[in-house]
């Protein structure tokens, strides 16, 4: 068995010749070419899958290789996952040549060989050069460009990886800084198999709301911090793939709640975590929401325009709002710019020092001292949290717009807090406890959207018509107000869900 250490990257063959200068700066041992044929097999009710296992037959010079690797972790770039490697006659796996030990209890291998189907297969080039670094370190990095293809169809890939031979595992960082200064690239966190499958099973990248980080009450604090910082950079990550595939702008916005996951995990563990006040990552990430400054109102303006027969329908000449809306949307950044900034330098830096951090980290908090648990600090953080929004909002029965709308970013932050702590608790009660304080940020949202049609309605020269508009808008603000007012009271009444 070997345990595979890797950082992956999604490249731009168009750049090779910038791969080529940057890998001569280094000593480089060896170096070859080869064509490699792959077949990746699993049964029809994707079984392999279901164990977390990939199995694959690699021909290359007339020689078949089976490999199959078991469960692993991928953060941020970096993939560590086991792996099997057997030759094998002809194109058919042989499961009986793995050792028995990989394999479930009760896991009928027989069967299973037998039920065994080709998916997908990927062909393609691979350029590898075997690189020595300080301290006797060898990492081989291999530039692949060549197809996936199955039944479905057939995509491009086109990849940089750098395998941990021997040696020093920060030294691959230090390659890997070199690498993500080329342009075009990215730090890839979905494998070959990952996106074969998904080729497949006709399967794409969809939203996917920011969820509550899974940590537990046995955990240490430091350990918590670690799972939720890899939930965040998970969040962020996936949506990057999403966007870039699908171009979804609600996409763009789980990415950047990813990141506000990340600043609100910061505020709520530097005090207690003194390395998390020094971490290079925090500058970029700052820089990275500075981009994404705009979303929020681009957002608003799409749910607008997607929603316009349900806001604008009784709005006397819609078209003209809309129209004034897709302007004021077609001055925001465009789709190019986004891309151009996921697939930046400084975009691919970021992600490879955060996840350089993340492995000193976890290697930190294995040897520390263990402290008293996350259990109290979730307690007292989330009574902190929420004993300052229940404090401003019991001090007033009726609550005006301008005073719903001042809480709206100390409620985005509680419900931060809340997916950053709240899993060490009762599920169920802490959806309860949420869900009138969603039904708040909703209404907040649609505010937002009000404010914008009434920015609108300011400047609308015609007296009569711009009355109109405003009419229409204190009718629509009055109603949701109204409706503010019952969803603060029924929050206000809520059990808290900690303090169990």
């Known amino acids: 068995m070997e345990v595979e250490i890797e950082l992956k990257f999604i490249f731009n063959a168009k750049f090779a010749n910038e791969l080529h200068k940057t890998l001569n700066k280094f000593h480089c041992i060896s170096s070859k070419a080869q064509f490699l044929h792959n077949v990746y097999f699993d049964t029809v009710d994707r079984k392999l899958r279901q164990f977390d296992m990939g199995l694959r037959v690699r021909s290359c010079d007339g020689k078949s ?46 069967q299973l060989e037998h039920a065994l189907t080709p998916i997908f297969s990927t062909d393609f080039e691979r350029q590898t050069w075997l690189i020595e670094i300080a301290g006797d370190t060898l990492i081989e990095v291999a530039y692949d460009t060549g197809f996936i293809e199955t039944n479905q169809g057939k995509i491009s890939l086109c990849e940089i990886e750098l395998e941990l031979v021997k040696g020093d595992e920060q030294q691959l960082f230090i390659l890997g800084r070199e690498i993500a200064l080329l342009p075009g690239v990215r730090l890839g966190n979905v494998s070959k198999a990952q996106r074969g499958y998904m080729l497949a099973d006709n399967a794409t990248f969809n939203v996917k709301p920011l969820s509550h980080s899974h940590i537990t009450e046995n955990q240490s604090i430091q350990q918590a911090l670690l799972i939720n910082l890899q939930h965040g950079l998970k969040q962020i990550q996936y949506h990057e793939n999403c966007y870039i595939e699908g171009q979804q702008v609600e996409a763009l916005n789980e990415l950047l709640k990813g990141v506000k996951f990340l600043h609100q995990n910061i505020i709520i563990f530097k005090a207690e975590v003194e390395r998390l006040k020094k971490a290079p990552w925090i500058e970029d990430l700052h820089w990275l929401a500075r981009t994404f400054s705009w979303l929020d109102e681009y957002i608003t303006q799409a749910r607008l325009l997607e929603n316009r027969a349900y806001y604008l329908r009784k709005l006397s000449k819609s078209k003209s709002v809309v129209k004034q809306l897709k302007q004021q949307q077609e001055a925001l950044p465009s789709r190019e710019s986004v891309i151009e900034v996921l697939t930046s330098s400084r975009y691919c830096q970021f992600v490879l020092t955060f996840t350089e951090w993340l492995i000193q980290l976890e290697k930190n908090s294995f040897l520390s001292e263990k402290d008293n648990g996350v259990k109290s600090f979730s307690n007292k953080n989330l009574s902190n949290a929420w004993g300052e929004i229940n404090h401003i909002m019991q001090n007033s029965d009726e609550f005006t717009v301008k005073q719903f709308l001042a809480c709206q970013g100390l409620l985005e932050s509680n419900l931060l807090t809340g997916l950053s702590l709240g899993n060490v608790f009762s599920k169920q009660k802490s959806d309860a406890f949420r869900s009138p304080w969603l039904d708040i940020k909703q209404g907040l949202d649609e505010f937002s959207m009000l404010n914008l049609i009434s920015e609108i309605a300011h400047d609308e020269e015609d007296k009569d018509l711009q009355s109109e508009y405003l009419t229409w808008i204190k009718r629509k603000q009055d109603s949701l107000l109204n409706a503010l007012q019952q969803s603060k009271q029924q929050a206000l009444l809520k059990p808290v869900y900690w303090n169990t």
């Open 65 to 110: 290789v089976q490999t199959i690797k078991t469960a692993g972790r991928v953060i941020g770039g970096l993939h560590q996952r086991p792996e099997y490697n057997e030759p094998i006659e002809g194109l058919r796996p042989e499961l009986a040549r793995f050792p028995e030990k990989i394999w479930p209890i009760n896991c009928d291998i027989q």
